[in-house]
């Protein structure tokens, strides 16, 4: 075959396809910022939601990690299951439009069974998002850019947790003063009830944005029939595709789902910690952390991007879990030890490097799992993660935190212990699994592509 000539139809065309591409990239990403604005400005809102709806710490980490996380986790098969076999941007649309509602019916809780039901709804749409997105990204990027694809997209976790905070800390300055408002057809509301709202609605448009303009791109790397043809498989058939390769999905679920529990410990409490220990105003609370998100964060996720990729190009068929390996690493002593100093500009010197390194699995353990699977399995593959992820890292992890706080020591103040002990926990287990993951995945990959 002969390479088209410079000015010939065929170059404007792929360059059209590769911009195209990486508009879906970002929209997605932009789809992504505002889950996370939805499910992350619950933490800087703690303390008055804690006050209004007279909320103990363990309670409210009912309703940030497990009311979140728990349907977000079973709905992620059913949804990855339709996302294998119809269209996926129309998934994401339905999703999108569905959490941003449910989370502006969060700001009209008004007691605590409320807001949890409110939250159920934000992780039932939500659910729609990830396994949909990295589905498609396989298939429409090489696998040697595929990390850089993911790496993007994993921008939006952290730009919209910077975002939370910030809109989060603007809304509570501008209304500081402000006990009760009275909203148009809404009635009375608080100032962190009409938050809820402004950032819920607006991702109704982006929604609408990807339901338009968005179309399923051809799918890839499909196991075939005695015909040629792709397979058409069950929910079960993804099922047996993980337990064919038990040890290397054990050690990538496991392993990057503690490394997910140290990243939430930090974000679901360190608004409390400096709250709590530094005497800090939410509003302040808010700028200075959504400021690290939006920098140190985002730096990291692509960083683990990029090196996954660097790795992957040096010949090491295990880059993603090395890339996994070394971001735990470099996160566990800042990790533990930012909550235990007692200067602030020592805290937040520590804090940076620790969510630095902490974005690194992100990439990294999608990465993974969209080289290893094949076409058909890919979002369940994804669903499967997530759901054992949610459960184990913002499910169970936010929680530990608040039952050392309440139970064991008996004290919001002791808010910083009950985090650096489950991160220092979750950090060893990481590193541990992942290592071992290392081999598996290198042996998996040899099985499943022999040659």
Known sequence: MTTPAIGSPTRPLQKKRYVY????????MVAYIFSFVDRQI????????????????????????????LFYAFMGMPIAYLADRFSRPKIIALGVVFWSVATAACGLSKNFLQMFLARIGVGVGEAALSPSAYSMFSDMFPKEKLGRAVGVYSIGSFVGGGVAFLVGGYVIALLKNADILEVALLGAMKAWQLAFILVGLPGVIVGLLIWLTVRDPQRKGAQ????????KLALADGL?????????????YLGFSFYAMALFCMMSWTPALYIRKFGMSPQEAGFMLGTILLLANTTGVVFGGWLTDALGKRGYTDAAMRTGVIGALGMIVPAVLYSQVDQLWLSVTLLVPAMFFASFPMPASTAAMQI????????QVSAVFLLVSNLLALGLG?????????????????????????????????????????????????????G
């Open 21 to 28: 591409e990486w508009y879906v990239v970002v929209l997605c």
């Open 42 to 69: 619950l933490a800087l809102m703690i303390e008055p939601i804690k006050a209004d709806l007279h909320l103990s710490d363990t309670q409210f980490s009912l309703l940030h990690g497990l009311a979140f996380s």
């Open 224 to 231: 075939l029939d005695a015909q040629g043809q792709p397979r």
């Open 240 to 252: 047996r595709f993980i337990g064919s390769h038990r040890a290397t999905f054990g050690c990538h």
């Open 372 to 379: 290893l699977s094949p076409n058909q399995v890919r979002a």
């Open 398 to 450: 936010t929680t530990l935190v608040a039952l050392l706080t309440d139970r064991y020591f008996g004290s919001p103040a002791a808010v910083g212990e009950s985090m650096s002990i489950v991160s220092l926990v979750a950090s060893l287990l990481a590193i541990g699994l992942l290592c071992k993951g290392c081999r598996h995945f290198r042996e998996s990959l040899q099985r499943q592509y022999p």
